[in-house]
């Protein structure tokens, strides 16, 4: 069974603060890597993907993978208000389906 | 403008019924995926498809059925069989074979 772990949350941050968000998965074999936002009763939108070892930036958002230690994180720099949602991560192995962590809930306090 | 629709975003439904939820793409992508979410919970895939008249059960298949006759519909039956079908249930494709998704605006069903 695939699993993917996220930290149970609820997170809250102060707005200015780094938010940082962890995901464990299971299958050594996952190849793709990617962290979704989603918004109360909205559906989730991809914010970030990383498929190989290292850091990635998009603006204010940095998406890290350690492939040996089977761990991606998702850190938001400068968190705003409007950063308040769940964030899921999600694990794609090579029969290009995902699996999905339950998501941490984060709330960024003005 | 590309993306994917589903219908309807809201239904009610008395035990016992089976429902339909239409989920249409415009974007030319070969897979397309339907998953449940519970409140509080993670995405879990029912069914996925990767090329018009093929598809494969997915984690929780069970009680559910979908048909994919054309590229770009992939609609998916809640069936009476189904012991708790309220929930949100989020349609979605995928371009390549890297799995990034794009997800219509979900289908909320709530069994009376």
């Known amino acids: 069974q695939k699993e993917v772990e996220q930290n149970s949350g609820p997170l809250s941050v102060p707005e200015g603060a780094i938010a940082s968000l962890n995901c464990t998965y299971s299958?050594?074999?996952?190849?793709?890597f990617f962290w979704y936002r989603q918004y109360s009763g909205k559906s989730p939108e991809l914010i970030m993907s990383i498929y190989s070892n290292g850091d990635k930036e998009d603006g204010r958002f940095t998406a890290q993978l350690n492939k040996a230690s089977q761990y991606v994180s998702l850190l938001i720099r400068d968190s705003q208000p409007s950063d308040s949602a769940t964030y899921l991560c999600?694990?794609?192995?090579?029969?290009?389906?995902?699996?999905f962590g339950s998501g941490t809930q984060l709330t960024v306090l003005p | 403008d590309g993306g994917i629709t589903q219908s309807p975003k809201y239904l009610f439904r008395k035990e016992g019924q089976n429902v339909t939820l239409s989920c249409e793409q415009n974007l030319n992508h070969d897979a397309m995926y339907w998953y449940r979410q519970d409140p509080g919970q993670g995405l879990r895939l029912i069914y996925y498809?990767?090329?018009?008249?093929?598809?494969q059960k997915g984690d929780i298949a069970e009680g559910y059925s979908v048909s994919r006759e054309k590229k770009e519909s992939f609609p998916l039956t809640v069936t009476s069989a189904q012991k708790n079908p309220t929930a949100f249930y989020l349609c979605?494709?995928?371009?390549?074979?890297?799995?990034?998704?794009?997800f219509g605006e979900g289908s909320r069903l709530t069994v009376l």
């Open positions: 979605a494709s995928s371009p390549d074979s890297t799995g990034e998704l794009f």
């Open positions: 498809s990767q090329i018009v008249n093929d598809f």
């Open positions: 299958d050594r074999v996952s190849q793709s």
């Open positions: 999600a694990v794609s192995g090579s029969a290009r389906q995902l699996t």
